[in-house]
C-alpha cells in the first residue's frame, strides 16, 4: 500500500514533523519507505528521512508492506493531517 503527500509544513520535512512519522513508524511491523526525489529511505531511521532535505511544497510517497501494512498506512496518513505536515493528493 502506498500514498502521496504534498509537505505543507513552512519548514519542509524537519526535525519536529519527522521525529513524529519515525516514531509512529517504528510501532509497526510493517517495512515502511518515504520516497522523494526517485530516493527511498526507510521511515524508521530518523537520519534516513532528514538526509532526503525534503522542502516545503515537495512530493514525497509513505509506502508499507507488511501484515500491518493497510493500519500502518491510515495511521501515518492521520499524522501527516492532523500535524499540518502534508496533504494527501
Do not use: W
Amino acid at each position: 500500500m502506498e500514498k502521496t503527500f504534498k509537505i505543507t509544513t513552512p519548514e519542509g520535512l524537519h526535525a519536529r514533523p519527522s521525529t513524529l512519522l519515525v516514531s509512529a513508524a517504528t510501532a509497526f511491523s510493517s517495512n515502511i519507505l518515504l520516497s522523494y526525489n526517485d530516493k527511498s529511505v526507510n521511515l524508521k531511521s530518523i537520519m534516513g528521512v532528514m538526509a532526503q532535505g525534503i522542502a516545503p511544497g515537495s512530493v514525497v510517497t509513505i509506502s508499507a508492506e507488511g501484515m500491518d501494512e493497510e493500519e500502518t498506512i491510515i495511521k501515518l496518513t492521520e499524522i501527516m493531517i492532523s500535524n499540518g505536515i502534508g496533504v494527501e493528493i
